[in-house]
């Protein structure tokens, strides 16, 4: 167990429709890191949050965002969905804003459009 | 662009084989080097990382060296277990301009050993 903690674990949904998938980072963190991880593309950085603030940007859609609140749990919205974004969504936390620090990982939500 | 190229699995091993897993990069500055595990219905789990060339990161009997001339950071281990089976993903870092970094994975390498 990481301690990172992700709800709801699936996900089915239909395209067109918008979910949000919530990440709870491991007591004392302060970065949260989002990936999509799907059979065509692999395992894709999305977004990074810093202590409430965004610190880097990867290979996120227009259609998905993401922000994390004051008590530093952090959610992912994403919406018009479409088929192609079925996929498993990771979120990892660690102490600092420097990426190259361990990164926890959580379960994952694993979320299929239909 | 920057990019990680992996050995295209499945590799299968017998119990106390030799494990290499090839990771090569294309970085456009100075990247700092990882390898990730992901077992089975779990997220991942950073197995080692190295930041400079000629350092060698290692973790529960898993090695890799960061060689700048070759690009490379291959992962091994001299005797693999049941319990090693899982994906392992090579990934690169690069801190671009002020607090800006790019993380590229490779595609995963699923690792199965058999007893």
């Known amino acids: 167990d990481s301690g990172v903690t992700q709800t709801p674990k699936h996900l089915i949904t239909a395209t067109g429709q918008r979910v949000t998938l919530r990440c709870s980072p491991r007591?004392?963190?302060?970065?949260v890191y989002w990936y999509q991880q799907s059979l065509d593309q692999g395992l894709q950085f999305l977004i990074q949050?810093?202590?409430?603030?965004?610190?880097a940007k990867g290979n996120i859609l227009e259609r998905f965002s993401a922000q994390q609140f004051p008590d530093l749990h952090s959610e992912l919205n994403l919406s018009s969905l479409e088929l192609g974004d079925s996929a498993l969504y990771f979120c990892?936390?660690?102490?600092?804003?420097?990426?190259?620090?361990?990164?926890?990982f959580g379960p994952g939500t694993r979320l299929l459009v239909l | 662009g920057d990019s990680v190229t992996q050995m295209e699995g499945p590799v299968t091993l017998s119990e106390e084989a030799f494990l290499t897993i090839n990771c090569t990069y294309t970085?456009?500055?100075?990247?700092?080097l990882f390898w990730y595990v992901q077992y089975p219905g779990e997220g991942l789990q950073l197995l080692l990382k190295a930041t400079k060339a000629d350092d060698k990161g290692s973790n529960k009997g898993f090695e890799a060296t960061y060689r700048k001339e070759t690009t490379s950071f291959h992962l091994e281990k001299g005797s693999v277990q049941v319990s090693d089976s899982a994906v392992y993903f090579c990934a690169l870092i690069l801190l671009g301009g002020g607090s800006n970094y790019k993380l590229t994975f490779g595609k995963g390498t699923l690792l199965t050993v058999n007893p």
């Open positions: 990892a936390s660690s102490v600092a804003t420097w990426v190259g620090e361990t990164q926890y």
């Open positions: 970085a456009t500055g100075y990247p700092s």
């Open positions: 949050y810093y202590n409430g603030e965004e610190r």
């Open positions: 007591s004392g963190d302060l970065s």
